[in-house]
């Protein structure tokens, strides 16, 4: 069973820095991508950022030069470093990863649990 264990997250003040962190059980033939999507309250999931097993990367708008996504294809890892922290940014985020869970099975969705992130102004 493909499993995305999520960590970090909290409360921190507006213009602070937070960082997720994320692993994928080992019980998969492959994984793909990986990235971080977020829901705010009464939204849409979004897109907050991805990554690729070569390192390229993609953010949304909002991230560009604030957040940053690193992964360890070592310990299939994934990370999310996230500076100068809005109130705009609360949401809860959600580990996400391209996995493809058995030679017999095709790839799919996989979700972490999701974690409260909360800036104060």
């Known amino acids: 069973q493909v499993k995305l264990v999520q960590s970090g997250g909290g409360l921190v003040q507006a213009g602070g820095s937070l960082r997720l962190s994320c692993a994928a059980s080992?019980?998969?033939?492959?994984?793909?991508?990986m990235g971080w999507y977020r829901q705010a309250p009464g939204s849409e999931r979004e897109l907050v950022a991805l990554?690729?097993?070569?390192?390229?990367?993609n953010y949304g708008d909002f991230a560009k030069g604030r957040f940053t996504i690193s992964r360890d294809n070592a310990t299939n890892s994934v990370y999310l470093q996230m500076n100068s922290l809005r109130p705009e940014d609360t949401a809860v985020y959600y580990c996400?990863?391209?996995?493809?869970?058995?030679?017999?099975?095709?790839?799919?969705?996989?979700w972490g649990r999701g974690t409260q992130v909360t800036v104060s102004s």
């Open positions: 080992r019980t998969f033939f492959s994984i793909n991508a």
């Open positions: 990554i690729s097993g070569g390192g390229s990367t």
């Open positions: 996400h990863a391209r996995v493809t869970p058995s030679r017999s099975r095709l790839e799919g969705d996989y």
